[in-house]
Structures are given as C-alpha cells and as structure tokens.
C-alpha cells in the first residue's frame, strides 16, 4: 500500500451549491468559478473533492427509480443515463479547476466501487493513492453504482465521502452545503431554528431521540442525515467541518483552517 | 467470481475510425452513427465496446509527454486534459448508443486499471461483470493511466482489448479500423499492397522475420504492432478479425458472423 505523506482534506462540494437545483441539468457556473479560485488560493494539498449530483443526479434517478434497484430492464437505460449526466457535471467542475491551475483529475464511483444493498462493499483506493501521489486533485461524485444485491443503487457523495476519509486516514472533511450547517430545526422553513455551533456524535444521538427518528428528515431539512452518513468517518477520529458554501470565502477559510461560521462535528 | 452465461465479443472501435485523425477533437458523428445504428441491427450480447482516441487522444498525450511518464509537474495537467478529451469522445459514442436503443455504460479506464512500466497490473474485473450480467454493454476507452514506475502512462485501447478477451474468455475480438486488414505492406502508401485474410501467430512471426523487427511499424503502416497487442489473447484460443468498420454493413456482418472482407487472425 502506497503510504501518503500527508492526510489529506477531503471536501464535499453539494449538489445544491454546484448547480440550479429546480433547475434540472443546470449547472451554477457562476458559483463552481468562484468555488474553484477559493480553492486555488487555498493552495492546500493533499486534496480530494468529491460532488454532488443535485439537479443533473437526482431528476433522472427519481424518473427511473434507480435508488430501487433492478426491478426490469428499462431502468437500464435511465440507470446510464444518470451516470452520463453526473459525468457532464463533473466535467463542468474539472474544467473550471484546471482552469484555475489546479490538477484536478476525474474518477468515475461506479468504476471501482460496488456497493452491497446501497453500502459500499468493494472499494479500491490503490489508484487514488497513486493519483494523491503525484500531486493531483482527484475528483469524484455522487454516482450510480452496481449493487451485488440490487443490481444497481444510487451512491451519495457523502457516502463516498466517509468511506474516503476513513481509507485514507483524512485530516479531516469540509462539507460545503446551501445553508450554514445544522440547526436545531430547519432553517428553511423555520426563522427562528438556531445553529448550532459544535455538536459531538453523543449530541447528535440525543437530538435525534428528541426529534423521533422518522421526523428527522423533516426536522432538520435533511441536513442530519448527511451528517449521520459521517459518522462512521467522526466515530474514528475525523472532524467534520460543516460550512455555507455559496457565501463568498468560507470554502477559503475552511480550508485554511481559519475561523468560519458553520457546524463541527467531533467525536 | 460472477460467471457469465456466454462469452462476450470484445468489439474494438479504432481512433481513426470514429475521429477525423487529422483534425484536433473533431469527432466523425456520421459514421459514429452508423456504426450505432449496426450494432443496434446485429442485437449481439454480451458485448464490450472498447475504443481508441484518435485526434483526442493523439495530439494532446504527445503535446505533454505522457507516453514518457512523469518528468515534471507541467505533464500533470496534460495527463489530466488527455483523459478529459477521451471522456469527451466517450460520452459521443455512449449518447449515440443510447439513442438506438443499446444500454451501453461508461467504464473510465484509468479508474480501475493501473499499469506497470506501459503494462496492465491492475484490473479488476469484477464491476464488469457485473454490468454485463444486467445486459449492459461496457464502453471503455484508451486512457491516461496512473503507472506504478512511471507515474503515469498511455493505455492503448488495444491492450485493455487483449486483457479484456482473457479475463472474459471472449468469443471472439473484433478490430473495427480504416483500413480493410493487415496487408503484407502499407496500402496507404503502397498500392500493391495485398490484404491477407488469415494468418496464425507463426505466420505473422514469420512474417516480421522477414520485415526485420524494427521496420514492422512503417512497414504495415502500424498495424502488425496493433495486432501484436492482441497476440496473449491470440494464444489464449481467442479469435480477432480485423475489418474495416468504414465500410457500411462490415461491423454489422461481423457481428453475426456473416461472411466479411478482413484478416482473421487464429492460433
């Protein structure tokens, strides 16, 4: 096993912050250019990026049901299809880092990670670790997958994220999102929801007995379960850094480790 | 190890034949359509589709040296754009797939193959072979590689061809190119070149005996070293018929195994 010098920041970029997401197949240019150059004056290495699908991932899969798995054959098609639109994203956000001097290098999940009932069984990091090597930025997302049991599933960023971390010991992991980070109840609905600061996993677990497990969801504007998909990775020693990446400059300073608004969670 | 029912046909697009090899990025949609359109006609299965990079492969790894391996940091964003061209090149072929009705689905070679010195090391098969087990059909390409000595390297879509053919016990391996074989010298540039439509490993060793190793590549106007490539697969029992795939009706007939002007190479 290749051993890398250094740990390397692995850093979520949302679906929601990349791209128009009740737009479908729209991208949010104006956004993976800035993200992009806060990035390159960052200049922090090693580095993984892995993304979202937001409007390009999630019209397709919903229409085709992949998150279901095989059930008859013309899922097939929309099975592709999804894989084909999270590519073209991807190659949007490639574009822009090269772009910004940055050696971005594109790697497709469903290629070399399987997953068994939704959760990932096979996953090499040889190739990753040979890339991190040289120096580049390998850039993965939110994918679909093949599934020993289901044929085929749906792979969230934020899964493959957590994998990541713990496979490669990260330093730790900025989620960049559409919202501050997570509050007490959902901010988009809710004015009065509060965010909170630092939260431990043990936090958590007491948030979520108070909530009741099937509001979650709701609760929290999904943000709680993206972070419990963390936990694995927090539970061995990888803080998670939860900021608002449509705010000009925080994607820097979390980067940089300089003081910024958002949620941390420790274990 | 998931066992296939039957043994896929390993079909190879050439570089020169699905680009316009001397304009840079310039795709041949016409004939990429066509060849859809006849792989649709022969409804073969299970088939793998590798193809080459013609003008998005050749010009861009030249430009940077990739075939050289990693010298210094400028090659790292050559290595990344040659494999962005071919993503590009791939999603072409993948759309045209789709629209006539075949469930092709984008593997990124360089995700899941690493190679040592220029040579496979790596490859798992296994995510393939969970494809063509829900009747897709694989679509790999030529690729920039992460190589353990070099850093990194050039993966012909030949060689991933030969690799793929054993691994899968293929039925048989098809060479879509632009010329009509292997002629016993350069029919473009020799007009009384003759094609030879079947030769064994001995012949063709016999063959470069008489050329003299060293001009072999001029000599057959590259393709003898093309054939080469394919020579493990060769003695593995594996069939390969070279045939000129711009040539309307060719690929489609040798898909059904009808009879077809080429060179078939046998053990």
């Known amino acids: 096993m290749l051993l890398l010098k250094n740990n390397p920041i692995i850093l979520k970029l949302g679906g929601s912050v990349i791209t128009e997401k009740d737009k479908p197949l729209t991208p949010n240019l104006q956004v993976i250019e800035r993200l992009a150059e806060e990035i390159s004056r960052a200049d922090i290495k090693p580095l993984i990026i892995v993304h979202g699908g937001g409007s390009y ?3 397709l899969a ?3 049901g992949i998150a279901e798995g095989f059930k008859d054959y013309s899922q097939i098609f929309g099975f592709s299809k999804t894989h084909e639109a999270m590519i073209s994203l991807n190659r949007l956000l ?3 880092l090269l772009k910004h ?4 290098f594109s790697f497709s999940p469903s290629s070399f990670i399987m997953t068994e009932d939704g959760r990932i069984q096979t996953f090499n990091d040889e190739i990753l670790r040979a890339a991190l090597k040289l120096d580049l930025i390998p850039v993965l997302y939110g994918d679909t997958v093949f599934d020993t049991k289901r044929g085929f599933a749906i792979l969230s960023g934020d899964q493959i994220v957590s994998a990541l971390a713990i496979k490669l010991r990260a330093e730790k992991i900025i989620m960049g999102i559409d919202v501050d980070g997570l509050y007490n109840s959902d901010p988009k609905k809710d004015p009065s929801a509060q965010l909170i600061n630092e939260a431990s996993l043990g936090d958590l ?13 709701d609760v929290t504007g999904g943000m709680l379960g ?3 998909e963390l936990r694995a990775a927090v539970e061995n020693g990888i803080e998670a850094l939860i900021i608002n990446a449509l705010k000009p400059n925080n994607l820097y300073k979390a980067l940089k480790g300089e003081v910024v608004l958002g949620t941390r969670i420790r274990r």
Not at 101 to 104: F, G, I, K, S
Not at 210 to 215: A, L, R
């Open 101 to 104: 001097h940055l050696p971005a």
């Open 57 to 59: 991932g999630h019209p």
């Open 205 to 217: 677990a007491k948030m979520i007995r108070n909530i009741g497990e099937s509001s979650v969801p």
């Open 62 to 64: 919903k229409k085709y």
């Open 94 to 96: 490639i574009k822009s």
């Open 226 to 228: 993206k972070i419990l």
